[in-house]
């Protein structure tokens, strides 16, 4: 008992209790989101009035309080959690990248990092809980997308080579690239009728078809599976949030039941200790009663 191994979760890995909740509160929280935004809005009226505005100065003292603000939520989420439990998180990790560019952006002998100081925004990302969903959503879907990238890059190779052989000559269709170039853009519909009726009306009455068939294939199938693999890692993001959820309260049950486990051996060591007490005073009564037998009578030695 009292070891590492038998302490509560959040003290076995470090974390101070009572600053981690301030930062679970939502005051901290939303605090921190106004200030994130409040920074957001004053550094794009300076960079929309330029340095010579009659708020500059007042901007550049309220971005250095709100550069101090970051760093000291970084320092209490540090010890709100512990080592282990902050560097395992990786959107922890994001905030002290762009709070440590900021930093950087402050250096006076170097102008053009001043402008890292915007990334500051992208805090926006790691403070708001669905906007984090959603760039989990889309990192757990890379590999997906860029498998997708890859079959429609097929689709657009094969329908260049195609479009090429048939329409050689034509304005856009003049080699392998400029038939990529076209077809991408009939793709998202830009100029898709001019060019239609264009090689039609050189000598290719059936070119309608084709350009259908291939917008068909590439700008509705092929592209929507981005959206299909998208979604599938939103829900696949959800359940990982859903499992790492049980996981942390599976191990605070655990926690618990080690804890009344404790309890339990304690009093049961605490009932044997009791017995033990209780068996020596009965012994010792009776060694006190053997005694009293034996003993002289009061008054002294009779002759």
Not at 59 to 87: M, Q, S
Not at 180 to 185: E, G, H, I, K, W
Not at 206 to 232: C, M, R, S
């Amino acid at each position: 008992m009292g070891t590492q191994k038998e302490l509560p979760l959040r003290e076995r890995t470090g974390g101070l209790r009572f600053i981690e909740f301030i930062t679970d509160s939502w005051p901290f929280k939303n605090f921190i989101l106004l200030c994130i935004i409040a920074n957001a809005i004053a550094l794009g009226i300076d960079a929309h009035f330029g340095d010579n505005n009659p708020w500059h100065a007042y901007i550049e003292e309220a971005d250095t309080i709100f550069l101090a603000i970051f760093t000291g939520e970084l320092i209490l989420e540090f010890l709100a959690v512990g080592p282990r439990r902050y560097f395992r998180n990786g959107w922890n990790i994001f905030d002290m990248i762009v709070v440590g560019m900021s930093y950087l952006s402050a250096m006076p002998f170097i102008s053009a990092l001043r402008t890292l100081r915007i990334l500051r925004v992208l805090r926006l990302v790691s403070a708001v809980p669905q906007m984090r969903r959603v760039v989990e959503a889309l990192l757990g879907a890379m590999p997906g997308i860029f498998a997708t990238m890859a079959v429609l890059s097929i689709v657009f190779y094969i329908g260049s080579v195609m479009a090429t052989t048939l329409f050689r000559g034509e304005p856009g269709f003049g080699d392998l690239g400029q038939s990529a170039l076209t077809l991408f853009q009939l793709t998202q519909f830009d100029g898709w009728g001019d060019t239609v009726r264009s090689v039609t009306a050189n000598g290719h009455p059936w070119a309608w078809a084709f350009f259908l068939g291939f917008n068909l294939i590439a700008a509705f199938a092929v592209l929507n599976l981005f959206i299909g693999v998208i979604v599938d890692a939103v829900t696949e993001t959800r359940n990982a949030e859903i499992k790492e959820d049980m996981a942390e309260i599976d191990q605070n049950v655990a926690d618990i039941e080690e804890g009344v486990g404790d309890i339990a051996v304690a009093q049961e060591d605490a009932a044997v200790i009791q017995k033990r007490i209780l068996d020596e005073l009965t012994s010792l009564r009776g060694e006190i009663t053997a005694l009293r037998a034996v003993a002289p009578p009061a008054g002294g030695t009779q002759f």
